[in-house]
């Protein structure tokens, strides 16, 4: 299985780790078949611009790349913008992942939107376009269908 170079840089010098202890918006999701735990927390300003996004994951290398790869993407991006972030686009940055490891940029995909949605429920407002996250991607019928 061959990594990009982009995906060992963001594997081995990862991007935006730890948490944000104010932040405004966190969002935890997994994958039971693979054990992967990705946490993202986000910091949006008044205005709605994602100031600042951080992670933990729990992972392999293409799980970590993934997270700091989304975490970077996001930082400066309307919620508009940051809803359009999709696993595609993280593989696309990262110039690719192994077949088997596409569930990973799924995993940070997930992991972004369900931080807005925990920002949108504690500003008890509705971000048109985001749905309710889900724990497990296997969930997901369609995230699984590569």
């Not at 933990?56 to 290398?61: L, P, S, Y």
């Not at 913008?81 to 696309?92: C, F, G, P, Q, S």
């Amino acid at each position: 299985m061959l990594y990009s170079e982009k995906v060992m840089d963001h594997f081995l010098n990862p991007r935006n780790v730890g948490e944000i202890e104010d932040a405004s918006g966190t969002g935890t999701v997994g994958n039971v078949k693979c054990g992967d735990i990705m946490k993202v927390y986000l910091k949006i300003s008044d205005d709605g611009t994602v100031e600042d996004a951080k992670f933990k994951t729990f992972g392999c290398g293409a799980a970590v790349a993934t997270s700091s790869m989304a975490t970077e993407m996001i930082k400066g991006k309307s919620i508009d913008e940051a809803l359009r972030i999709t696993n595609k686009a993280v593989m696309d940055a990262l110039d690719g992942l192994p077949p088997i490891k596409v569930h990973c940029s799924c995993l940070a995909e997930e992991a972004l939107h369900a931080a807005l949605w925990d920002y949108a429920q504690r500003k008890g407002i509705i971000i048109e376009g985001l749905k309710p996250p889900v724990n497990d991607i296997g969930e997901h019928d369609e995230v699984m269908a590569y």
